[in-house]
């Protein structure tokens, strides 16, 4: 097999993801593109490479631009962009570049404007999961204050649904608390030197967040199958 695709971790796990691609190296398989949800690998001979993800607003990130040609001057080779996120790649242990001001500022001005959207929309998805609870525990103050009569009569017919819509916007809440935390982390960063990532410690994060997130799913859908079986 030439080409391999995989999840990856969530674009603002931005040391998960280093650790995963440079694990995957290790393992003969190298980054080529970075998707939405998956990231496509190519196959060849096993050579340890150190990965660098990098924050940076573009319009369309390209091996040609500015910012790709002076990671390139210091050895890092731009491998691909999505969502105003660079991933470049270098031989093992070779030190990541200083960025000038211009695209420190850039990058301190994007990473704010992407921390106002992750608390909003953290904000919204509470907002939603306390008028679910309303519905659960005080079902005729929340038809009242909604207005949402036919959709709680709906839903209290069927348990899995309140679950089920529990469980996604409990999980959405938790995913952006995270990408909050961890562009905090990378504002951090910006203030400091660059310090590069302990591959093993996020590689195992990254693989217990996995292994979370998929019992996770399988309870609720355990759960919504019980559930419509009972009804059924």
């Not at 009242?144 to 996604?168: C, D, H, N, P, S």
Request: hydrophobic share 45%; net charge positive; glycine share 6%.
């Amino acid at each position: 097999m030439n080409r391999l695709y995989t999840l990856h971790p969530d674009n603002m796990c931005i040391e998960e993801n280093e650790s995963y691609y440079a694990y995957m190296s290790s393992k003969g398989y190298f980054l080529e593109n970075r998707g939405v949800f998956f990231s496509r690998f190519r196959k060849a001979e096993p050579e340890p490479l150190d990965y660098y993800a990098v924050v940076q607003p573009s319009g369309k990130g390209t091996a040609e631009n500015e910012f790709a040609a002076f990671f390139r001057e210091h050895g890092w080779q731009y491998v691909s962009f999505i969502n105003n996120i660079y991933i470049f790649s270098s031989f093992r242990g070779n030190k990541i570049p200083a960025l000038p001001d211009e695209f420190l500022h850039r990058q301190r001005k994007l990473l704010r404007r992407l921390k106002k959207q992750q608390i909003l929309s953290a904000g919204l998805w509470m907002i939603m999961f306390v008028v679910l609870l309303l519905f659960i525990f005080f079902p005729d103050s929340a038809v009242k204050i909604t207005g949402f009569a036919e959709i709680y009569k709906k839903l209290i017919e069927a348990t899995e649904g309140f679950v089920l819509w529990g469980a996604v916007l409990l999980y959405e809440i938790i995913a952006d608390i995270r990408r909050v935390i961890f562009i905090n982390k990378e504002y951090r960063k910006t203030e400091g030197d660059c310090q590069k990532t302990d591959t093993v410690n996020a590689y195992k994060k990254f693989r217990a967040q996995k292994l979370l997130s998929a019992l996770f799913f399988i309870c609720v859908c355990v759960i919504f199958v019980t559930g419509k079986l009972s009804v059924t």
